[in-house]
């Protein structure tokens, strides 16, 4: 949901975005980055294709997929090993779950919200 605000001529789009992030104890335990690291990890099955998508080091995307296999029961994503390939790293069932409830989430968010945000958005300058 997008609306054209700008100032003197120029325009600018509004950006509404949902920021939905879950926490377990100290850890983020599920968050907006985190979800998109999942997503890219499962379209180029490694999380260096991944961090190199999303512009992180890898050693930062490989600290986050660490930080969610230990916060969820299971790992949100496993490595792969061998195969004439090599190996790589592949998102889980439950990563794939993970996936798919924050992204239903974000869409029930907008829905619920889609008068108020319109409100808000018509509150910007034009």
């Known amino acids: ?10 325009p600018t789009e509004a950006k509404v975005q949902f920021r939905l ?7 983020i335990a599920v968050g907006p980055g985190k ?9 180029t099955g490694s ?3 991944a961090a190199k998508a999303l512009g992180m080091s ?4 490989w600290l986050l997929v660490d930080s ?4 969820f029961r299971k790992p949100v994503v ?19 779950e993970v996936i798919r409830r924050y992204r239903r989430t974000e869409s029930l968010a907008r829905k619920a ?9 018509k509150l910007l300058s034009r």
């Open 47 to 49: 999380i260096t294709g």
């Open 68 to 71: 969610m296999n230990h916060t």
């Open 35 to 43: 979800v998109a690291l999942l997503e890219q990890i499962g379209a």
């Open 78 to 96: 496993e490595t792969l090993t061998g195969g004439s390939h090599g190996g790589g790293t592949a998102v889980t069932a439950i990563g794939e």
């Open 21 to 27: 992030r879950i926490s377990k104890g100290e850890d």
């Open 113 to 121: 919200g889609a008068a108020e945000i319109a409100a808000l958005l």
């Open 58 to 61: 890898y050693r930062r995307a």
């Open 1 to 10: 949901m997008s609306r054209s605000v700008g100032d003197g001529g120029t």
